[in-house]
């Protein structure tokens, strides 16, 4: 019933820019927190950000100053926005959520992928020139 659905990913050079976008359906988010995790070969998964109900916003070292995450709930949907992409940031990006009693930013990001109930399938980025 509870489905997230990410795309936008692909093919982009260094310096270059990506929207990604998580469509939900089988909830409504408003009263959800949502984050990104990311998982390059080889490496375990790693949350980089998140947005709780109230809209404020965490970041990992790695992607703040470059990634912005937001939430349109009147679309069930979040974005990450990323600019100055870099080879690094090649990975497996994967929308996440769970119960709001568990899943909390940014707690729920940079404490590890324990408390996510719920994934979504993975969009594929490349930043490789």
């Known amino acids: 019933q509870v489905q997230l659905v990410e795309s936008g990913g692909g093919l982009v050079q260094p310096g270059g820019s990506l929207r990604l976008s998580c469509a939900a359906s089988?909830?409504?988010?408003?009263?959800?927190?949502l984050a990104w995790f990311r998982q390059a070969p080889g490496k375990e998964r790693e949350g980089i950000s998140c947005?709780?109900?109230?809209?404020?916003?965490y970041y990992t070292h790695s992607v703040k100053g470059r990634f912005t995450i937001s939430r349109d709930n009147a679309k069930n949907t979040v974005y990450l926005q990323m600019n100055r992409l870099k080879p690094e940031d090649t990975a497996v990006y994967y929308c996440?959520?769970?119960?709001?009693?568990?899943?909390?930013?940014?707690?729920?990001?940079?404490?590890?992928?324990?408390?996510?109930?719920?994934w979504g399938q993975g969009t594929q980025v490349t930043v490789s020139s």
């Open positions: 996440a959520t769970g119960f709001p009693v568990f899943f909390r930013c940014p707690e729920g990001v940079s404490g590890g992928s324990s408390s996510v109930r719920y």
């Open positions: 089988g909830f409504t988010l408003d009263y959800y927190t």
């Open positions: 947005i709780s109900r109230n809209s404020s916003t």
